[in-house]
């Protein structure tokens, strides 16, 4: 079954510089239960994404066309009070940072148990002895201690901890998380989401993060998709992106993070394109170690090479 259904997503940002088409056209499903990654360069567009899904994309950007379907029901035709019900009790976002998403002002345990009570109707007591076991949850010792901290207070780690039990405290049908370790160190990382993954596991939640880290993608996600200039161009389960990825930003993509430490660092040919400025034909082509004449013209669909394994490239076939 499921849970969220992306249709045909277009999202611009109007500037004083021109137009900017930051989502061309994004199409994705999470099912009950899976835990499907985003990957892609810094610019992509993952963020917009998110934001796009969730209805917060502020001025001078705006969705204009596509389908958002949560369980069927199209979140692009509900009003503000609508989804400020949903948000947070049914659907959850995990920010890149989590210094900007807790409140400096307020103790963190009142922070959650702020989220609780608006969300299950509870005593303001019940609520909050909730938030100390859902801080206890992920892995915070002392819970009851750590509780009355306030944010900076915290370290790095502990925040984004904070910042899933503020997640998952409402038990959310959805979890939607953009670069959840992105800024801590790699040990604090691995701790943080092998827990994460723990309790997305043990509460069968669906949910979709966006990484830059194909080592989260590998160890964590069921299935991946490719962003690239704001279009899916391969999308396909984890076990075969890794084994036979076609596309060949993807190849290229997994070809710079693979590199062992000790050699230079590889990079992928070329720059992304200005989303005001897009190219004609595939947004790839210029970039393209393989490009030929049909893709300067003309835009390749999104095709299925095989089950469940759609790339967006016209020579994907043949590759």
């Given at each position: 079954?499921?849970?969220?259904?992306?249709?045909?997503?277009?999202?611009?940002?109007?500037?004083?510089?021109?137009?900017?088409?930051v989502l061309n056209g994004i199409s994705i499903s999470v099912s009950e239960g899976k835990m499907v990654s985003?990957?892609?360069?810094?610019?992509?567009?993952?963020?917009?994404?998110?934001?796009?899904?969730?209805?917060?994309?502020?001025?001078?950007?705006?969705?204009?066309?596509?389908?958002?379907?949560?369980?069927?029901?199209?979140?692009?035709?509900k009003d503000r009070d609508e989804m400020n019900e949903i948000l947070g009790k049914e659907i959850s976002y995990?920010?890149?940072?989590?210094?900007?998403?807790?409140?400096?002002?307020?103790?963190?345990?009142?922070?959650?148990?702020?989220?609780?009570?608006?969300?299950?109707?509870?005593?303001?007591?019940?609520?909050?002895?909730?938030?100390?076991?859902?801080?206890?949850?992920?892995?915070?010792?002392?819970?009851?201690?750590?509780?009355?901290?306030?944010?900076?207070?915290?370290?790095?780690?502990?925040?984004?901890?904070?910042?899933?039990?503020?997640?998952?405290?409402?038990?959310?049908?959805?979890?939607?998380?953009?670069?959840?370790?992105?800024?801590?160190?790699?040990?604090?990382?691995?701790?943080?989401?092998?827990?994460?993954?723990?309790?997305?596991?043990?509460?069968?939640?669906?949910?979709?993060?966006?990484?830059?880290?194909?080592?989260?993608?590998?160890?964590?996600?069921?299935?991946?998709?490719?962003?690239?200039?704001?279009?899916?161009?391969?999308?396909?389960?984890?076990?075969?992106?890794?084994?036979?990825?076609?596309?060949?930003y993807s190849v290229a993509f997994l070809t710079r993070a693979r590199t062992i430490s000790t050699e230079r660092?590889?990079?992928?040919?070329?720059?992304?394109?200005?989303?005001?400025?897009?190219?004609?034909?595939?947004?790839?082509?210029?970039?393209?170690?393989?490009?030929?004449?049909?893709?300067?013209?003309?835009?390749?669909?999104?095709?299925?090479?095989?089950?469940?394994?759609?790339?967006?490239?016209?020579?994907?076939?043949?590759?």
């Open positions: 079954m499921e849970t969220l259904h992306v249709k045909d997503l277009y999202t611009k940002f109007f500037t004083l510089d021109g137009v900017a088409n985003v990957v892609g360069e810094t610019g992509s567009g993952k963020t917009v994404m998110l934001m796009s899904i969730l209805g917060i994309v502020r001025p001078p950007g705006k969705v204009t066309s596509g389908e958002v379907l949560f369980f069927g029901e199209d979140l692009r035709l995990i920010t890149q940072n989590p210094r900007a998403a807790l409140n400096p002002m307020i103790r963190v345990g009142d922070q959650i148990a702020n989220v609780i009570q608006v969300h299950t109707n509870c005593s303001k007591d019940e609520a909050y002895r909730q938030a100390v076991a859902m801080i206890e949850l992920v892995g915070i010792s002392d819970p009851k201690q750590r509780a009355k901290a306030y944010p900076h207070e915290l370290s790095g780690g502990m925040a984004q901890r904070i910042c899933i039990a503020l997640a998952l405290s409402c038990s959310p049908k959805l979890l939607l998380a953009d670069d959840p370790t992105t800024g801590l160190d790699v040990t604090i990382q691995t701790q943080v989401l092998d827990e994460m993954a723990e309790l997305i596991r043990k509460y069968n939640y669906s949910t979709l993060i966006v990484t830059r880290d194909v080592g989260v993608v590998a160890q964590y996600c069921d299935e991946v998709a490719v962003l690239y200039a704001g279009q899916l161009i391969e999308h396909t389960d984890t076990k075969t992106f890794f084994r036979d990825a076609r596309h060949p660092r590889k990079h992928v040919k070329g720059v992304p394109p200005d989303f005001r400025y897009l190219p004609e034909g595939c947004y790839y082509h210029p970039r393209c170690e393989e490009m030929t004449a049909l893709c300067k013209k003309e835009s390749p669909g999104l095709k299925e090479i095989g089950p469940g394994h759609f790339v967006r490239c016209h020579l994907a076939d043949g590759m």
